[in-house]
């Protein structure tokens, strides 16, 4: 892998930290690769599955990502910043920190992951949704969402209630984070 690059039909096994900067990946699959880092900022990422990675930091700011699947493995730092989703599939997936900073997320399912800190500060988020998923921490400061179903993320705790604005909650999420929701919506709460 090389920084633009054009990788077509290409089935990665083994990479050492390797530097995809502003490449085009299309109908590949990233198999079983172990990195420290793997930097895949600015690129074009079509048709590509992603399958049992060990990475510590995936850098894919600002790239664009078209029908791509992140099926198990995992990853430190999932670095998707500015970057742009759209008909993307997360399975089984273990992320320590996945941020999806100002990026622009649409058709997106997350199901069966783990994720220790989900960190969306102004991100887009259109027709997302989360399937038997855990989160410790979430951020949806400054988010703006339409179709956002978070019945399926068990969250520990959010940094902002008011920023779930537009999104799905179930009733139990709800009430587990009541005094939080009255806090955000201004209500005073005292015994």
Same mark, same amino acid.
């Given at each position: 892998m090389r920084p633009h690059g054009l990788f077509e039909g290409v089935e990665f096994a083994t990479l050492e930290d390797a530097d995809g900067t502003s490449s085009t990946v299309r109908e590949s699959v990233l198999r079983g690769v172990s990195c420290d880092t793997l930097v895949l900022k600015f690129a074009d990422i079509t048709d590509v599955e992603f399958?049992? /990675?060990?990475v510590a930091s995936l850098q894919l700011r600002g790239a664009h990502l078209g029908r791509v699947r992140f099926v198990g493995g995992r990853i430190g730092t999932l670095d998707l910043t500015e970057a742009g989703l759209d008909a993307v599939v997360f399975d089984g $997936?273990?992320?320590?920190? /996945? !941020?999806l900073g100002r990026a622009s997320v649409r058709d997106v399912d997350v199901r069966y992951c783990r994720i220790d800190t989900l960190d969306m500060p102004v &991100?887009? /988020?259109?027709? $997302?949704?989360f399937v038997e998923s855990t989160a410790g921490e979430l951020d949806p400061r400054v988010s703006t969402a339409q179709h956002v179903d978070l019945r399926g993320l068990?969250?520990?705790? $959010? !940094?902002? #209630? &008011?920023? /779930?604005?537009? #999104?799905t909650i179930s009733v139990e999420q709800a009430q587990n984070a009541a005094v939080a929701l009255a806090t955000a919506a201004g209500i005073r709460v005292a015994e």
């Open positions: 399958r049992d /990675l060990r $997936v273990r992320i320590d920190y /996945l !941020t &991100a887009k /988020l259109n027709r $997302v949704r068990d969250f520990a705790r $959010v !940094t902002d #209630m &008011a920023a /779930l604005r537009g #999104m």
